[in-house]
């Protein structure tokens, strides 16, 4: 992939292919921007300048492009946060002494370090160090949720570019050409449940996420009405799949993290969940945001489905 086929995001890609251009890209990344708006993408597409041996990289068709598009080039390290101890102190140690050690075979060796989100302290203050004393020729790009999660000495010798999610068209449009089979007016339809989010909006359509969404949203409308019954009927609905289960309980979180900006005045475009902030103290809707994501944590542990409906139900409600 090329900066080019980015969807959204112009001014950002403008800037990073000019850095890429003048060879004045920082050695030091930070990607951050909502789950779905593309940071692993231009990550890899970053990581992709660095090795490419061509004039206009990255060009995508010399030896360097083709590796790094396979997730085999031998100067491409990736450490995902999401991976039990990729990024733990320890991890972070064994990264500092490697990138000491001069790059294979292309002019720059690259790390990924990915979902940063939960790197801890300790594992933070160990990658300060190498950015205090930077070795020639390594580049880190770093993708995290928001910037606020790493250290402000960290954020403050590395550079931030923000990713924003594309226009629900934009979105469309390109996940319309990975799904070339299925309709435009669903598709579109997905993207703007999802606020132009690409990711969002692939998870979507892969998932028949449209029924999950619309499930959510009546759950969370009887849940903040104190429809009992109703609850339970709906939770129950959750059974057919884990797949299903976790898609709406992602969507009852944005439900509920919709509905704590309104509590505190802040600006939403849900309206179900401005809606609910009138009906419940603040109170109420923090405890029922956490009752959500303590449901997530439920569902991960391989409980049994069927009972997991009646128990959402009964959580729900305090
Ligand atoms: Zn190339």
Request: include cysteine; proline fraction near 3%; hydrophobic fraction near 40%.
């Given at each position: 992939?090329?900066?080019n ?13 000019e850095?890429v ?26 990581a992709?300048s660095?090795v ?8 995508g ?58 790197m ?28 606020n999660?790493?250290?402000q ?6 550079r931030?570019?923000t ?10 449009e ?8 299925r ?7 997905a ?20 029924e ?6 009546e ?13 339970l009927?709906?939770t ?66 391989n ?16």
């Amino acid at each position: 992939m090329q900066f080019n086929e980015f969807v959204a995001n112009d001014k950002l890609i403008e800037e990073i292919t000019e850095a890429v251009k003048t060879n004045t890209l920082p050695h030091a990344i930070i990607l951050d921007g909502a789950k779905g708006t593309g940071k692993q993408t231009l990550a890899k597409i970053i990581a992709q300048s660095f090795v490419c041996s061509s004039d206009s990289r990255p060009c995508g068709k010399c030896a360097a492009c083709i590796k790094a598009m396979h997730s085999s080039h031998p100067d491409i390290f990736t450490a995902n946060g999401d991976n039990t101890g990729e990024l733990n102190v320890d991890a972070i140690r064994n990264i500092r002494a490697d990138s000491y050690i001069m790059p294979n075979e292309a002019p720059t060796k690259v790390y990924l370090l990915l979902n940063c989100d939960k790197m801890l302290a300790p594992a933070q203050n160990a990658f300060l160090k190498v950015l205090e004393e930077p070795p020639a020729n390594v580049a880190f790009i770093i993708t995290v949720t928001s910037a606020n999660m790493l250290l402000q000495t960290v954020r403050s010798r590395s550079r931030l570019y923000t990713l924003y999610p594309a226009t629900p068209e934009a979105a469309a449009e390109y996940v319309l050409r990975l799904f070339p089979e299925r309709d435009y007016g669903d598709i579109l339809h997905a993207a703007q449940l999802c606020d132009g989010n690409i990711g969002k909006t692939i998870g979507m359509i892969e998932s028949g996420g449209e029924e999950a969404k619309k499930l959510a949203d009546e759950i969370f409308v009887a849940v903040t009405k104190g429809n009992e019954y109703n609850v339970l009927t709906l939770t129950s609905k959750m059974s057919q799949s884990r797949v299903f289960a976790v898609s709406v309980l992602d969507f009852l979180t944005e439900n509920a993290a919709e509905c704590v900006k309104a509590s505190v005045g802040a600006k939403t475009n849900s309206a179900i969940a401005s809606d609910a902030a009138k009906r419940m103290t603040k109170n109420r809707i923090f405890r029922l945001a956490e009752n959500i994501e303590r449901a997530k944590q439920v569902l991960e542990i391989n409980v049994n489905l069927n009972f997991f409906g009646t128990w959402l139900s009964s959580v729900l409600r305090v």
